[in-house]
């Protein structure tokens, strides 16, 4: 594998990469830890979890600065404190959250074969069956009988406000998908809704997805049909997406480690090839066939 060898002496603060992770896993034991007796739909945070959510968080810190990772004392002393604002603003979206989709924390880290060997099974239009794999931040249930699915999201998350008008960003974020459809198997509930939550916006703008519904559930497996048939035809074109002028790389290219020996004019290679007849099986995946789907409201 070719890329940056990990040097602690020349970091200057925490990175984006370590930071969502530090948040991801606060998080989850917050949560895996409150599974046992979770608050009501209507119930507040109380100030012992809050503590003890913050408590989590400087141990985990503690954790980043022994390995090195936190970068100069100033710029750590100043991220911290950004941390700890984050999770008292989390609690305050999470009170909200709840009680207005009457949700209980249910489970967190569900896994869907990554480690297990619950697998989601999927059978497509054309008879193939394939199966997918992930694992799920947290599940949540409703008291009418629906399961809420929410994939935390850290940093600047705003590619995903595309899913309003296509649902799987034309095959490159098939999720909360995949996420959905196992939450379902895994909880035996009919009805399910998958979301990004960023944690670092506020408001209506901080859930983003979809209620699963009959039609995206077909267009899902159209967009697998295609993926799974491009492959099984040797399709494996380059998309590299727009130039990026301030990066000098294309959007999708930023953070492949082949960059920098790649040619560059990579996209006008992909411009010369997009009507070739053999690439013709990813016209599906940017043709969304249903109705742009509502983003913040589960029901």
Same mark, same amino acid.
């Given at each position: 594998e070719i890329a940056d060898r990990d040097d602690p002496e020349r970091t200057d603060e925490l990175s984006a990469l370590d930071r969502g992770s530090l948040i991801h896993v606060t998080l989850e034991e917050f949560i895996r830890g409150e599974l046992d007796s979770p608050p009501g739909p209507d119930e507040q945070w109380s100030e012992a979890a809050r503590a003890r959510l913050h408590k989590i968080a400087d141990d985990k810190c503690g954790k980043y600065e022994q390995a090195g990772r936190t970068g100069r004392r100033v710029n750590w002393r100043v991220q911290q404190d950004d941390l700890h604002d984050l999770l008292d603003a989390f609690l305050a979206a999470d009170n909200e959250f709840r009680r207005t989709h009457l949700a209980t924390p249910h489970r967190v880290e569900l896994d869907l074969g990554v480690k297990s060997g619950h697998v989601v099974p999927v059978t497509l239009p054309n008879g193939d069956s394939i199966t997918l794999r992930g694992m799920v931040d947290r599940v949540d249930l409703t008291a009418d009988g629906r399961v809420l699915v929410s994939d935390y999201k850290s940093g600047n998350a705003d590619k995903y406000k595309q899913l309003k008008d296509d649902p799987f960003m034309a095959g490159t974020t098939l999720q /909360? !998908?995949?996420?959905?459809? !196992?939450?379902?198997?895994?909880? !035996? *509930?009919?009805? $399910?809704?998958a979301h990004y939550w960023r944690v670092e916006r506020a408001g209506d703008d901080q859930r983003v997805g979809y209620t699963w519904t009959p039609e995206l559930r077909a267009r899902f497996h159209d967009v697998l049909t295609a993926i799974t048939s491009g492959i099984g035809a040797g399709v494996f074109a380059a998309q590299p997406g727009e130039w990026d002028t301030w990066r000098q790389t294309n959007d999708n290219c930023g953070y492949c480690d082949f960059d920098? &020996?790649?040619? *560059?004019? *990579? !996209?006008?290679? #992909?411009? =010369?090839?997009?009507?070739?007849? #053999? /690439? $013709?099986?990813? &016209? =599906? /995946?940017?043709?969304?066939a249903v109705e742009p789907v509502e983003q913040v409201g589960e029901r």
């Open positions: /909360l !998908g995949m996420y959905a459809e !196992g939450a379902i198997q895994e909880t !035996g *509930r009919p009805d $399910a809704a920098s &020996v790649c040619v *560059r004019d *990579r !996209g006008d290679h #992909e411009i =010369a090839k997009v009507d070739a007849p #053999e /690439l $013709a099986v990813r &016209v =599906a /995946l940017s043709s969304p």
